[in-house]
């Protein structure tokens, strides 16, 4: 019998697509072959996201494009956008909508819907504890572990304590025995990622010997192997002392922090609930560098927050300047119904948000070319990728800087010596150490 063929596509963030992949494997699990979105399939599952309402509408197209390519196939919706609005999607014509939890039912819901015909929505509210799902991530460089779920914030901007429910940590062995068996299979970077890491540990019961992330760290780093960590978004408020500690203390760490600052203006910050000023975010990346020297530190900023005045947004760019962020994504605020802010006054027109993202935007791409050009002249481990055209190699640097350089190998999933050259439009390029050696010494043979 023909192997059914499932496309699956995710929208959002990097916890979305680790739910994804977990997602395509259990329908490999069950017989199926799982295919590119653009071919033809049985089965069509989108995993959405609703962070803005640009992830609510690309989460509707993609339901549409699916059902167009196949009339006759069971089209699957999962992830945020359909935990925030079930009957919505239905009504596009779904067969199957989940949300946030249950995913390990889902391949069961899509067969119970082709054979019976009918539609299911099968939403829940995000379950009470970590939903343990079987993962092995694409590729063979990094590899992306969930660590943690949900989050108890509540920014008044933010839709995803909503649709993903309180934090809930996966429990320290599990994550443990993931990172080995990836490291063994030749994983070489481990990335944590969740909704919320710094949160970790949070919901344990008191006396528990891993309580946070910096303890989590310190039994990965004891993962023999030369392979590194690097650590996705972290909170300002949730970074302190003995996680600055652990990430200086070993050379395994990526010297990297992702700290979503979103806003630079204080007022602003108060009446999105961020629980710091921005003399404390100062400070705090003051200490970090006092530590880390050379640290890469990457930030969300969202523009057009109601209220925000030109006074505001200008202080945002002076504040993001003086901190020198290596890459800043911008987001242009979106109005998330159900959460405080999308009912505050003075909501900032679509025409300012385009422009101060503009004007953000062309800030940030500055600041990476100062932070990449200091870099210039030394000699960096890269760890390469998949090539992405014949002759190249390219990959990151652990303080997250994107290098490319000639080389007829392929390198993907191996360390190697760069010395930095040239920094072009948000890459540098650079020579390998060893090749460049090899290229001298055939000079000199001939
Ligand atoms: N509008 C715009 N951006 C948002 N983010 C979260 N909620 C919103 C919203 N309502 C951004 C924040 C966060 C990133 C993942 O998404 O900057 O850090
Ligand atoms: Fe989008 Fe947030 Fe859900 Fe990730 S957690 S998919 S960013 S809404």
Redesign the pocket.
Known sequence: MEKKRVAITTLG?KVNQVEGEAVAGLFRCHGYEVVDFAEPADVYVINTCT???LGDRKSRQLIRRARRSNPQAVVAVMGCYAQKAPQEVAALGVDVVIGTSGRERLVELVEEARREKKGIVAVTSPTAEFEELPHIPEGRTRAFIKVQDGCDHF?T????PYVRGPVRSRRPERVVAEARTLIEKGFKEIVLTGIHIGAYGRDFPAGEKIKDLADLMEQLLQIPGRWRLRLS?VEPVDVNFRLVDVMAGSEKVCPHLHL?L?SGDDAILEKMGRGYTTVEFLRLTEYIRSRIPDIALTT???VG?PGETEDHFRRTLAFVERVGFSQM?V??????AG?P??TFPAQVDARRKEERSRILRELGEKLAAHYARRFLGREMEVLFEEPPAPGVGEGLTGNYLRVRVETPDNLAGTFASVVLEEYRDGIVLGRLKNFAAEEERKKERK
């Open positions: 963030c962070v803005t309402h920014c901007y933010c839709i995803v978004s979503p979103q969300d900023i969202i927050f994504h987001f242009k605020y979106s109005p998330r959460t802010a999308a």
